[in-house]
């Protein structure tokens, strides 16, 4: 079956730091990729995503790019801040499916 | 435009209480998720409905669980009677199938207290 892998956190950063967290993932055919944010009190909301093998996906500085060879997805940031501090879940879905797979989810804590 | 919109936003009960979380889908969007976060346990899928239909429930803990969705724009989740261990927050979210971009849209969650 589907399944996702991140890294376990919390992830404790400076801010300026540089950001990576990892996620794998096992799945049959050819999934699209996310990552989702969830900022303190809320909902989950869409980061980025990739939709085929070498797509890059950005957003608000965040980077992640879609690694068929190695079945990865990394999340990446260069210099994170503090508003940046957030649980951050990596998620599959499935070519022609409804239902996202999702990560245990990675908190980060970037301190002044 | 409105997003996913949840009620109660804060709900604290007694142990054999029923509890009733409700959510609004945003308009247009047919399919419909019900999540569980607990700190144990992370983020679980508990059920969704494509068009209203229930799709896959396999994530419902127990019978005490139930959810119903009577139309487009209104689903709700019941827990009778209630336990502790169902302490959590629920989130509902919605998409549009079948446009192929998978993006989910959460609601801001019902956090639940079962004393």
């Known amino acids: 079956g589907n399944s996702v892998t991140q890294m376990e956190g919390p992830v404790t950063l400076s801010e300026e730091a540089f950001l990576t967290i990892n996620c794998t993932y096992t799945?049959?055919?050819?999934?699209?990729l996310f990552w989702y944010v969830q900022y303190p009190g809320e909902g989950l909301q869409l980061l980025l995503k990739?939709?085929?093998?070498?797509d890059k996906g950005s957003n608000k500085g965040f980077e992640a790019t879609y690694r068929k060879e190695t079945t990865s997805f990394h999340l990446e940031k260069g210099s994170v801040q503090v508003s940046d501090s957030a649980v951050y879940f990596c998620?599959?879905?499935?070519?022609?499916?409804?239902?996202?797979?999702f990560g245990g989810g990675t908190r980060v804590l970037v301190k002044p | 435009d409105a997003g996913v919109i949840q009620s109660p936003r804060h709900e604290v009960t007694e142990m054999g209480q029923e509890v009733t979380l409700r959510c609004k889908p945003i308009?247009?969007?047919?399919?419909l998720f019900w999540y569980r976060q607990t700190m144990m346990r992370g983020l679980e899928l508990l059920i969704y409905?494509?068009?209203?239909?229930?799709?896959?429930d396999s994530g419902m803990p127990e019978d005490r669980f139930s959810a119903k969705m009577p139309n487009a724009s209104f689903s709700t989740l019941k827990i009778q009677p209630s336990e502790p261990r169902d302490s959590a927050v629920y989130f509902c979210?919605?998409?549009?199938?079948?446009?192929?971009?998978?993006?989910?849209?959460f609601g801001e969650g019902s956090r639940l207290t079962v004393l």
């Open positions: 979210a919605s998409s549009r199938s079948g446009d192929g971009t998978g993006e989910l849209f």
């Open positions: 990739a939709t085929k093998a070498d």
């Open positions: 998620a599959l879905l499935r070519a022609a499916g409804n239902k996202l797979t």
């Open positions: 409905f494509n068009n209203n239909v229930p799709i896959d």
């Open positions: 308009s247009g969007h047919n399919s």
């Open positions: 799945a049959t055919g050819y999934p699209s």
